[in-house]
């Protein structure tokens, strides 16, 4: 085991108890210090007393959504890299290390991987790179039937659902209710069919 591996505190914050306890085990046996919270309030109150070396959150929580707690987090402790999970959304088009710097799909990822991007993600660290100004918001899109998607602005980093009206063939506009910037998007044409797919299935 070497020294970073051992000194490594992580926060895990996901609403789920198995989760949490089963996140803890592999990651505890992988060497690593963990702590965790149960929604984005607490993760915020855990981290005014200390600050982990890394962040794997949830992003469907109550009480405050993993996007908003993601947005926060990016804004006042931008050193601290980040991993969301998911089992409700697909994220598509993500500018790199705009608002996360990894996304892992719920059920479709191993301990070896997930540990091997912390490992990954720390050496990258503690300097986050200055990227320049990204020119298209990265897309939440949901996995189950609804007709929205979830847009992150460029500017402020915080996320807001928009009416999905996509082709996968067009730029769209729309802009951020949080600070008024005009955010521009592209829903990858796969990605759509992929979702009407499922839908079809589900109706099926």
């Known amino acids: 085991m070497s020294t970073l591996e051992f000194q490594t505190r992580l926060l895990v914050v996901d609403d789920d108890p198995a989760i949490l306890q089963l996140m803890t085990a592999i990651l505890e046996a992988e060497g690593f210090v963990v702590r965790t919270a149960d929604d984005g309030f607490a993760a915020l109150n855990f981290l005014r007393r ?15 959504s993993g996007f908003e707690l993601l947005s926060i987090v990016r804004r006042r402790y931008p ?18 290390r705009l608002i996360v710097d990894a996304f892992f799909q719920k059920g479709d990822y191993t301990p ?42 460029t500017e402020c980093l915080r996320s807001f659902p928009e009416q999905d009206t996509s ?19 592209l829903v990858d044409s796969a990605v759509l069919q992929m979702l009407q797919e499922r839908r079809r299935r589900s109706f099926g």
């Open 50 to 64: 200390t600050q982990p070396d890394l962040i794997i959150s949830d992003l469907r929580m109550p009480n405050m």
């Open 79 to 96: 050193h601290i890299p980040v991993i969301a999970l998911s089992g409700e959304y697909v994220l598509e088009g993500m500018p790199a």
């Open 112 to 153: 070896p991987q997930l540990s091997e991007t912390i490992r990954r993600l720390l050496v990258d660290g503690p300097i986050r790179p200055h990227l320049g100004k990204v020119d298209k918001a990265p897309l939440w899109i949901p996995r189950r039937d609804a007709d929205y998607i979830v847009v992150t602005c």
């Open 167 to 185: 082709t996968g063939t067009e730029i769209h506009e729309s802009e951020c209710p949080s600070c008024g910037t005009m955010v521009r998007y």
